[in-house]
Structures are given as C-alpha cells and as structure tokens.
C-alpha cells in the first residue's frame, strides 16, 4: 500500500509532541495494528479477500465469507458488485484530511457520505475493519453522520430526467484509482455507459482533498453534451436552504441538526458553483439540486461538510454562513480554492 507502513504492538493513545507530530490512532477493535501515514491526505479503496461471489438473501450477488481486506491503487469494479454486497470496505472509496473525512457509494447509489472526525489524525485505514456498518455507531475517532438516504448525499452527482435524479443504475464498466501525493489525494472514476434516459454517455470524475480546510475539489468531464448533469445536497425536513451568489461563483448551503448522531446535532453543508456552468438551482424530490449546462468541458465545483464535534470546530450557523462567505469571495477573486 502507498505511503503506508504497517507497525504491530503499539499503545491505545493518539500523541503528539513538541518537535514532530506524528498522525496515527489505535484501531480500537482490531488490536495491535498501527498506520502512519506520510501525507496530510490520504485516499482508498479496499476489497474483500478470501471468499466468493454467492447468490444472496437480498436477490443479487454477495461477496461471502471473506476474511480479511487489501488496499488497491486501482479497481475494475466486478460486474457482481452492488450495494451491500460487503465486498468494499465501507462501501467505496474514501478520502480525508485532519478535519473531515468522505466516502462515495461505489454502486449504482452513487451517494458521498461524511465521515465525522473528533480527532485530527488520519483515520480511514480503520473504519470499518470490524464489521461492514460499524462506523454507523459513535467511536473514538467519530462516526458516519450523514443519512443520504436516496439522495446524493454530499456533492455527488447525477442526471435529472423528468423531475427525477438518475443515478448508475445502468453502467456497462465502473474503473476506481487512488492518488495520493504530497499535495492532496484524489479518487478518480471512469464510468463507461452510464445510461440515464435515452442518453448514454462515458463520464470521468476527480475528487480531490487537500491538507487545510474541509473541502473537495470535484471535477466532472462529460463525454457529449447532455442536457441535466447535476449535483446537489440531501434535503431535510425544516432544515432551510441557504444560498448566496457572487458576480462569478455562488453557494447553496444548509445547517442544523441533521446527522446521524443520537441525539442528532449540528452539521453544515455546502457546494460553490461557477455561475456560467449552471442551468438551474432547484429544490428536487431529495436533494437541493445545482443542474449544469451541456458540456464536454470539465466542470469544476467545490463540497463541504462541518461539524459541531470536530476539534475546534465550526460551533454555530453564523460562524458557518461567514466561512463560506469568506471562501465565496476568495472563488469570485481567483476561481479556485486552494
């Protein structure tokens, strides 16, 4: 596995100190495993070893009896894979810097996530090691808080045909690669056949972190220009929508007590948009929908999510709406957030 080096017996704390900090943490159900990692990102994707693709209880391959699972840089999606077929770790890939964490569905949900960190240290090497939806449930590093239910969550994207978000039902071949650098880490998925309506079209992805700030950098190239490319951010009941627009770029928000925590509490969450790759901004059946023209060039937008939990953490909606004022106005001066 890049940049990783697998250390055994080590002790049940997270450390730091004066000359050098180190970012690591236990894993807290899988004794005697330290990772550190040598970036201020990382990225991954893990595959299920040691079973077989059987037929399963919910009318569709699973992967059964597997034992263990192993990093890869890239991935040639199985055509037996679709959700809950416990043959990725936590469901897809996912991506993380010391604030915030992410993970994408890779099945024809096609959802981002939001992995919610108390600490500040790397921690995706963990999740979901002991069970495939343990991270559901609160634990020292944190939880998954979002519910995107039939959504796309956070960020991801789609295709409104009639009123309706297509997301990957039909896809003739799903390829996965894994980046990480000095710089960021990135996932990177080619969709070949994507079908939504009477189109079909190849789509190619980048989503990338950077070590500060909590945001991700999309990248969305289309292979023909098609009407209806969309993302947006789950919608919840009374949770009201914020928006603000720029000469160049704008932003569509929301925040309030939306997560999965028990109780639940305060989460923000954001897309900025350049304004001459937008339709439409509409509110849909589940999400709060950014629609983009027809295009073959890349479109470029920005996600994020905040979180009251995380270590010195946005606390409040005002705190929140002045953060993304702030970087709406750095997009509107330099067309990119960095």
């Not at 079973?51 to 699972?69: I, L, P």
Request: hydrophobic fraction near 35%; proline fraction near 4%; charged fraction near 25%.
């Amino acid at each position: 596995m890049k940049n990783i080096v697998i250390i055994t017996l080590f002790i049940f704390t997270l450390f730091s100190c004066k000359e050098k900090k180190t970012d690591s943490i236990k894993n807290t159900l899988n004794d005697n495993v330290e990772v550190k990692l040598a970036h201020k990102t990382y990225a991954e994707i893990s595959i299920a070893q040691g079973g077989d693709w059987v037929d399963g209880s919910r009318g569709h391959k699973e992967y059964s009896a597997g034992t263990s699972f192993k990093n890869v840089d890239e991935l040639q999606v199985p055509s037996e894979h679709t959700d809950h077929t416990w043959f990725l770790r936590y469901e897809g890939p996912g991506w993380e810097n010391n604030q915030i964490g992410y993970r994408l569905y890779l099945d024809w949900r096609n959802a981002i996530d939001i992995f919610g960190k108390k600490v500040d240290s790397l921690v995706l090497p963990y999740v979901g090691q002991d069970g495939f939806d343990s991270y559901h449930e609160p634990s020292p590093w944190g939880q998954d808080i979002l519910k995107a239910g039939k959504s796309m969550g956070i960020g991801s994207f789609g295709r409104i045909v009639a009123d309706t978000v297509v997301h990957f039902q039909s896809v003739k071949n799903t390829f996965a690669k894994i980046d990480n650098t000095d710089n960021n880490s990135s996932v990177n998925i080619r969709y070949q056949g994507w079908e939504s309506g009477n189109e079909s079209i190849d789509l190619n992805t980048k989503l990338t972190i950077y070590p500060q700030d909590r945001y991700t950098k999309s990248e969305l190239t289309p292979s023909k220009e098609i009407a209806g490319i969309c993302t947006g951010i789950v919608k919840f009941k009374e949770i009201p929508l914020i928006k603000k627009e720029e000469k160049k770029w704008a932003y569509i928000a929301t925040y309030g007590k939306q997560t999965l925590a028990s109780p639940p509490d305060n989460l923000g969450m954001a897309l900025f948009y350049n304004l001459e790759d937008v339709a439409e901004q509409k509110t849909g059946v589940d999400d709060h929908l950014v629609i983009f023209k027809p295009t073959i060039k890349p479109i470029t937008y920005y996600f994020l999510g905040a979180w009251e939990q995380e270590q010195n953490g946005i606390k409040t909606q005002e705190a929140f709406i002045q953060d993304l004022n702030t970087k709406l106005e750095a997009l509107d001066n330099t067309n990119i957030l960095k």
